[in-house]
T-cell receptor, first 112, second 114 residues
Framework: DAKTTQPPSMDCAEGRAANLPCNHSTISGNEYVYWYRQIHSQGPQYIIHGLKNNETNEMASLIITEDRKSSTLILPHATLRDTAVYYCIVRPYYSGNTPLVFGKGTRLSVIA | SAVISQKPSRDICQRGTSLTIQCQVDSQVTMMFWYRQQPGQSLTLIATANQGSEATYESGFVIDKFPISRPNLTFSTLTVSNMSPEDSSIYLC???????????FGEGSRLTVL
């Protein structure tokens, strides 16, 4: 079973920041937070991951609370192409290569 | 990163037939996984394709229905056997890139069973 809870859907105006929350209150010390997204009819795409420090890459920023029980994915300037289902997943990093367990994700709609 | 090619990308099949989906990776990978995504749903793990041994199936999935082959470190197949309309789904192959631990996905194979 997925160990994360996300809102089922969110809207965001084009050009604004999209902030997608995720609760993972039972996360273990060796588990990372991963974010993937799935644009319609495509395979899931990796976005970012982190352990306890905030992370940023060319796609997004990941803010993890100090107690690690929740996190927020930030798309700084959302575009229409960011419309997708976003999945927050917890998983050990070097763990013998375990698969991802997907929850229901958040359907983000970016509106012009 | 890893480039994953799945074939077929889509197919329409008749009830009672079987279809084999191929997954080809552009580099050697240790772990390969097969997922199913039913219409409007999230991804569900079917099995881990083990090279040189039998696949490891998740609860609710059995080898007779979803036989898997993994002849080498770059290739795997998933067969959906004796199909029914309930098998209409997108089937996705996923691999782990060892040096980063990231998982990459193919574009999926969309099956429609009539």
């Amino acid at each position: 079973d997925a160990k994360t809870t996300q809102p089922p859907s969110m809207d965001c105006a084009e050009g604004r920041a999209a902030n997608l929350p995720c609760n993972h209150s039972t996360i273990s010390g060796n588990e990372y937070v991963y974010w993937y997204r799935q644009i319609h009819s495509q395979g899931p795409q990796y976005i970012i991951h982190g352990l306890k420090n905030n992370e940023t890459n060319e796609m997004a920023s990941l803010i993890i609370t100090e107690d690690r029980k929740s996190s927020t994915l930030i798309l700084p300037h959302a575009t229409l192409r960011d419309t997708a289902v976003y999945y927050c997943i917890v998983r050990p990093y070097y763990s013998g290569n375990t698969p991802l367990v997907f929850g229901k994700g958040t359907r983000l709609s970016v509106i012009a | 990163s890893a480039v994953i090619s799945q074939k077929p990308s889509r197919d329409i099949c008749q009830r009672g037939t079987s279809l084999t989906i191929q997954c080809q990776v552009d580099s050697q990978v240790t772990m390969m996984f097969w997922y199913r995504q039913q219409p409007g749903q999230s991804l569900t793990l079917i099995a881990t394709a083990n090279q040189g041994s039998e696949a490891t199936y998740e609860s609710g999935f059995v080898i007779d229905k979803f036989p898997i082959s993994r002849p080498n470190l770059t290739f795997s197949t998933l067969t959906v056997s004796n199909m029914s309309p309930e098998d209409s789904s997108i089937y996705l192959c996923s691999v782990v890139v060892a040096d980063t631990g990231e998982l990459f996905f193919g574009e999926g194979s969309r099956l429609t069973v009539l």
